[in-house]
């Protein structure tokens, strides 16, 4: 996982056997946000400055890294600077193109933009940008584009200033447009702020926003239509105290995680519960075993 107040990588046990183990940290950085495993063990990470306390991202500061934990301890990684993306605004969340040859996709939340990576030539590009992807004037953070998964030759992604979860045609080579950007949900700035999102086997969209998690269902799939689906939280409270600044999740995969759905969401600790409510609630990993909710 990556820490977002500071420039590190973090392993940590879904079972709780052992303390975090700190991987990696980076130079010259204030923080991590997007993570992939492109390969077995072999993870990039979007590395830049972002200030926690004023919430501005420094554009030109970002670049992408590699870390390696393969036939090695997790401690003793291997860690490399694939290469800068200059004219980068706020790099966040980042999803896999092409895994043969190694392109990523990565939203950047300040500029409106995709970016197109590829981790064996250094190649950066701008593959999309759209208004869809913009972030709004006047809020607290300015935060656009958060989440994208691509699913078969469709880029999903959200807006966490506009609240909406969108679709886009690409070419999964370029990962360029192939068509116009479609809004499948809108929902209310006033009651949501769509963080990172996980795709299941059913197409079903599970989207992270503060101490909640909203349900999208069919979202992903191809005969979805534009502003088609209603909001359905599945899973914490906007009031929740314990648990809260929900901000990434993903699919577990051992055999017990695909038997009882599990998502493991990271939470940020809480800064805007903070901001409002004067409370926080420290960064933590959290399991929810989606079967047990019964959509399947």
Not at 60 to 68: A, H, M, P, Q, R
Not at 130 to 156: C, K
Not at 222 to 240: H, I, K
Not at 263 to 290: E, Q, S
Request: net charge negative; with cysteine.
């Amino acid at each position: 996982m990556t820490i977002l107040s500071s420039p590190e990588v973090l392993l940590l046990s879904t079972s709780n056997d052992f303390d975090p183990i700190k991987v990696a940290t980076f130079p010259d950085a204030l923080g991590c946000l997007g993570i992939v495993e492109l390969y077995h063990d072999v993870f990039y990470i979007a590395v830049g400055n972002f200030s926690v306390k004023t919430g501005n991202s420094t554009p030109d500061s970002w670049s992408i890294w590699e870390v390696d934990i393969r036939h090695r301890k997790p401690e003793d990684a291997a860690i490399t600077k694939i290469t800068d993306v200059p004219g980068a605004g706020f790099l966040n969340g980042m999803t896999i193109l092409n895994p043969v040859t190694g392109v990523l996709l990565v939203a950047d939340s300040l500029f409106s933009a995709v970016w197109s990576v590829n981790v064996r030539t250094g190649h950066v590009a701008v593959a999309i940008n759209d208004t869809t992807m913009a972030p709004t004037t006047g809020g607290a953070i300015s935060l656009g584009i958060n989440g994208l998964r691509v699913v078969d030759s469709d880029l999903f992604y959200d807006n966490s200033n506009r609240a909406t979860f969108n679709r886009i045609p690409i070419d999964l080579h370029t990962g360029q447009a192939t068509g116009p950007a479609i809004t499948l949900f809108q929902g209310s700035s006033d009651e949501i702020l769509p963080d990172d999102f996980a795709i299941d086997f059913e197409a079903n969209a599970w989207v992270v926003t503060g101490g909640q998690m909203f349900l999208l269902p069919g979202a992903a799939a191809p005969t979805a239509g534009s502003l088609s689906f209603s909001l359905e939280f599945v899973a914490g409270s906007a009031t929740e105290t314990r648990i809260t600044g929900w901000t990434s999740t993903r699919f577990g995969t051992q055999q017990a995680d695909i038997e009882r759905g599990s998502l493991y969401v990271t939470t940020d600790g809480g800064p805007l519960a903070y901001r409002d409510g004067n409370f926080t609630a420290g960064g933590m990993l959290v399991r929810i075993d989606t079967a047990e909710l019964g959509l399947y």
